[in-house]
């Protein structure tokens, strides 16, 4: 296990990040509804795939590990990049997201609690790496993750 700083997480590291402390993996049978029996998965760990055309180059992405392996297949999960599903997990969450003029980024806040007090933030690039920054500061106790 190794610890990274929240503020710092992209990529596979922050998709996989959001997924641990989410628990994600038992609500993936929502995002990929197959024919097979058994639809659920176990975890998720990162893997190389290869990727482009005429590059083919090896991108680490984040896929979930299926319970079965005979009835379901291993699915990508993106949540920082891919809006089918970051978006859910953004409106489950009630994660507000907004630009910030000053550097260009994207901020976002969520309420930890009803009444409003002990929000958490996160900043990014783009909206969606913001929101899965946020929903990884609201989970954890401090600004540090540990993730293998």
Same mark, same amino acid.
Request: glycine share 8%; aromatic share 10%; charged share 20%.
């Given at each position: 296990?190794?610890? +990274? =700083?929240? &503020?710092?997480? !992209?990529?596979?590291?922050?998709?996989? /990040?959001?997924?641990? #402390?989410?628990?994600?993996? !038992?609500?993936?049978?929502?995002?990929?509804?197959?024919?097979?029996?058994? $639809?659920?998965?176990? @975890?998720?760990?990162? #893997?190389?795939?290869?990727? @482009? +055309?005429?590059?083919? =180059?090896?991108?680490? #992405?984040?896929?979930?590990? $299926?319970?079965? $392996?005979?009835?379901?297949?291993?699915? !990508?999960? &993106?949540?920082?990049?891919?809006?089918?599903?970051?978006?859910?997990?953004?409106?489950?969450?009630?994660?507000?997201?907004?630009?910030?003029? /000053?550097?260009a980024g994207w901020s976002a806040q969520k309420f930890v609690?009803?009444?409003?007090?002990?929000?958490? +933030?996160? +900043? @990014? @690039?783009?909206?969606?790496? /913001? /929101?899965?920054?946020?929903? #990884?500061? &609201?989970?954890?106790?401090?600004?540090?993750? !540990?993730? $293998?």
């Open positions: 296990m190794s610890t +990274y =700083k929240v &503020s710092k997480l !992209e990529g596979a590291l922050l998709d996989l /990040a959001v997924c641990q #402390v989410g628990r994600l993996w !038992e609500m993936a049978h929502l995002y990929f509804q197959t024919m097979t029996l058994d $639809p659920t998965f176990n @975890g998720a760990k990162i #893997v190389e795939l290869e990727r @482009g +055309y005429l590059e083919r =180059k090896m991108v680490a #992405v984040c896929m979930l590990q $299926p319970r079965n $392996p005979f009835r379901q297949d291993p699915q !990508e999960f &993106s949540p920082s990049t891919q809006w089918c599903f970051g978006g859910p997990l953004i409106e489950s969450e009630r994660i507000n997201v907004f630009p910030r003029v /000053a550097d609690d009803q009444f409003g007090a002990m929000p958490t +933030y996160g +900043y @990014g @690039g783009t909206a969606l790496i /913001a /929101a899965m920054r946020c929903f #990884v500061a &609201s989970k954890v106790i401090g600004n540090e993750v !540990e993730l $293998p």
